[in-house]
Nanobody, 121 residues
Framework: QVQLVESGGGLVQAGGSLRLSCAASGSIVRINAMGWYRQAPGKQRELVAAITSSGSTIYADSVKGRFTISRDNAKRMVHLQMDSLKPEDTAAYYC???????????????WGQGTQVTVSS
């Protein structure tokens, strides 16, 4: 019943901006935290940014000051505003919902299918 659907990826020139969005749907009671991860071909997956339901945030050092994560608890959405994009930001970006509690009492992590971000020089 739980789905995470991402949108907003695409091709952009260096220095440009993109805004990624992720919508969680289903019989959800609460979500402990939501975040964005990225993985480039041949590289290890890394945390980009995360936010808890209370609003606490964490960022990778490589994106701090350029990316901003936000969350709309009522809409069950999380956004990643990406400014001053660099070619090294090129990767597949995945939305993650951690500790999602459903009305059935189950608690699990869920992942979106991913959205490609490509930054050209």
């Amino acid at each position: 019943q739980v789905q995470l659907v991402e949108s907003g990826g695409g091709l952009v020139q260096a220095g440009g901006s993109l805004r990624l969005s992720c919508a969680a749907s289903g019989s959800i009671v609460r979500i402990n935290a939501m975040g964005w991860y990225r993985q480039a071909p041949g590289k290890q997956r890394e945390l980009v940014a995360a936010i808890t339901s209370s609003g606490s945030t964490i960022y990778a050092d490589s994106v701090k000051g350029r990316f901003t994560i936000s969350r709309d608890n009522a809409k069950r959405m999380v956004h990643l505003q990406m400014d001053s994009l660099k070619p090294e930001d090129t990767a597949a970006y995945y939305c993650n919902g951690e500790g999602i509690l459903t009305v059935r009492g189950s608690r699990s992590d869920y992942w979106g299918q991913g959205t490609q971000v490509t930054v050209s020089s």
